[in-house]
């Protein structure tokens, strides 16, 4: 990637990162010998990856592990004070976080240390460096941002107020953006107690039988997935995507987004039908998409991609598979952690599934979607906040609007 030639507005500089910060980077200790890892996380060492930027918060103090105070003597990690902005320049380039803490990181993450707070404000600085244009070295394992070359990088700068300005309002929308997703986090919650309950003790029933899925009510069935749906799979569709084409489609990003992230196509391979339940059938370890469901709801408007499958239920409620089938543990049980997760039809056919007479599965569905109908009321609030900061970063951060 090479960098773009950027018009500087009139009051403010070019400075390379490496003039405004020293970039460290970071290290990780020998993972065969366990006294270098503070297993319970006693300690006050937290070792940030990237896993924790991918899935963290602005602020980030803690971590999934943890090293000892041997594993720092032993090994080349190097402490990161609180207040650093740190970045990832593997794999997911451009994920940003304000340490809370003092911390250590990985090789994948580096940390802008500041020479000069009356030049740089930090915050700022946290919002610049995804917009960046880097150089970056393609590998097998992804992408890489080379390290000396980083160091070369350029930045734009306002006066430092204006940067403060700037930070303010991005700050701003993201605490919107923030109190948005703590609801649709304690909405989740609440609909997964509710589903739990609906799901093994149904509506009003006194009497229940155990099954392979626990205790349900004894005049409900179990049936393997196979015999209450009807399985498609999808085919590939990259090479037809149209930037305006007529169709959605259906692929793991559009799921796992709850269909905030859209790509189209003006081929139609793979026709979806209102009721059709479109389940991800491939994710990485320990990924967010594996067994994610997305309720088809408009005829002749989506078309489905491989590694997608739909299931039509034969004679039951399309509204309760749905909510029985969205992240079933049965499908994350294949996913070990390690290796890239693909499940077979078989395998996705052979999910034990509970059968409620279909009266009641009409009501149970009922109380389900509208949680489910505030949930997605507030995603969209997400998209459009999101939408938002976007628009604003791309007008404050290279000048186009001022804040002065």
Not at 56 to 64: H, L, M, N, Q, V
Not at 147 to 173: G, R, Y
Not at 202 to 221: N, R, S, Y
Not at 264 to 284: A, C, E, F, R
Request: hydrophobic share 35%; proline share 4%.
């Amino acid at each position: 990637m090479t960098q773009i030639t950027q018009q500087i507005p009139a009051g403010w500089t070019s400075k390379t990162l490496s003039e405004l910060c020293d970039i460290l980077i970071g290290g990780t200790p020998s993972r065969n010998k366990k006294e270098y890892w503070d297993s319970n996380k006693d300690g006050n060492n937290v070792w940030i990856s990237i896993r924790d930027l991918s899935n963290g918060p602005k602020y980030i103090a803690d971590s999934a592990e943890y090293i000892s105070d041997t594993g720092i003597e032993k090994s080349n990690v190097k402490p990161i004070p609180k207040g650093t902005v740190l970045m990832s320049f593997k794999l997911t380039i451009g994920r940003t976080a304000i340490t809370a803490r003092e911390v250590y990181t990985n090789e994948a993450i580096a940390g802008f240390l500041l020479k000069n707070k009356d030049f740089l404000d930090p915050k700022f600085l946290y919002y610049a460096l995804p917009t960046l244009q880097y150089d970056v070295d393609t590998a097998v394992k992804g992408a890489t941002l080379n390290k000396e070359k980083l160091k070369t990088t350029n930045i734009i700068l306002p006066t430092l107020h204006e940067q403060t300005k700037i930070a303010t309002i991005l700050s701003k929308v993201d605490d919107e953006i923030e109190k948005v997703e703590k609801v649709i986090e304690r909405t989740e919650k609440l609909k997964k107690g509710l589903m739990q309950n609906l799901l093994t003790k149904g509506i009003g029933h006194t009497k229940f039988k155990q099954t392979e899925l626990g205790e349900i009510p004894e005049e409900w069935e179990t049936k393997k997935l196979g015999k209450v749906c009807k399985f498609e799979n999808g085919k590939a569709h990259e090479k037809q995507i149209s930037e305006n084409g007529n169709y959605i489609v259906v692929n793991s990003k559009f799921i796992s987004t709850d269909g905030e992230t859209v790509k189209h196509t003006n081929d139609n391979l793979k026709p979806l039908s209102v009721g059709d339940i479109v389940m991800v059938m491939s994710d990485v370890p320990s990924g967010k998409a594996l067994g994610k469901c997305f309720l088809i709801s408009k005829n002749n408007s989506y078309t489905l991609n491989q590694r997608i499958c739909s299931l039509r239920p034969i004679n039951g409620n399309s509204n309760f598979y749905f909510h029985v089938l969205n992240r079933n543990n049965y499908f994350l049980s294949f996913d070990n952690g390690v290796g890239q997760t693909n499940l077979r039809k078989d395998e996705v056919l052979d999910c034990p599934v509970p059968v409620p007479p279909i009266t009641e599965q009409e009501q149970i569905a009922k109380i389900l979607n509208s949680i489910e109908d505030y949930t997605f009321k507030n995603i969209k609030i997400r998209f459009n906040l999101l939408k938002l900061k976007k628009g604003l970063m791309n007008d404050l951060l290279s000048g186009k609007v001022r804040t002065i």
